[in-house]
């Protein structure tokens, strides 16, 4: 058992890391902002000289990573309070695998569309409950992997529902 999480630990995960490298290429923002920026990983691929790289995080060791990498970070409950941008101030905000562990969507996405310029972009990244092996699970009576129950993932997400919740 100990191989396997070890395998799993050290495994990369993808989460969209090559759709937005190939998408970064068509875009120059001046201003970001990632929501559960984790260790920065998404900002790196935007970070240039002039480019203002902002982060909303609360865990200490990410927050100390992203410090150090010189991006300005932001400890605040993302549920509650509110972004401390103008609005329309944003060029970019990156919401990659964190809306999943949010139960205050309507909150976010109100301070997100707040602070988002007009023609400004968002990339929003979350696991498919949809997805052929959550299918698989379901047909077999089993949870499905994007939403287990000893997970920190509070939401499933399909294309379809997302998109209806943004119409709403």
């Known amino acids: 058992m100990k191989k396997i999480l070890n395998n799993l630990n050290n495994r990369k995960l ?38 203002r790289c902002n982060a909303i995080e609360n865990y ?52 997100i569309f707040r602070t988002l310029s007009i023609g400004g972009n968002i990339i929003i990244g979350v696991p498919n409950l949809a997805s052929y092996y959550n299918r698989i699970a379901l047909l077999f009576g089993l949870q499905p992997y994007c939403i287990t129950l000893d997970s920190a993932h509070v939401r499933g997400f399909t294309k379809k529902g997302y998109i209806s919740f943004l119409n709403n």
Request: charged letters at 30%.
């Open 14 to 51: 993808n989460y969209g890391e090559n759709i937005i490298k190939d998408w970064s290429k068509s875009v120059s923002p001046q201003n970001i902002l990632d929501i559960g920026a984790g260790k920065g990983r998404d900002l790196k691929i935007f970070s240039k000289e002039n480019v």
């Open 60 to 111: 200490p060791p990410f927050i100390d990573i992203l410090k150090k990498n010189n991006i300005n970070v932001l400890n605040l409950d993302l549920e509650k309070n509110s972004f401390p941008f103008r609005d329309e101030s944003l060029d970019l905000i990156i919401a990659n695998q964190i809306l999943e562990h949010c139960k205050e969507i309507f909150w976010i996405h109100h301070e």
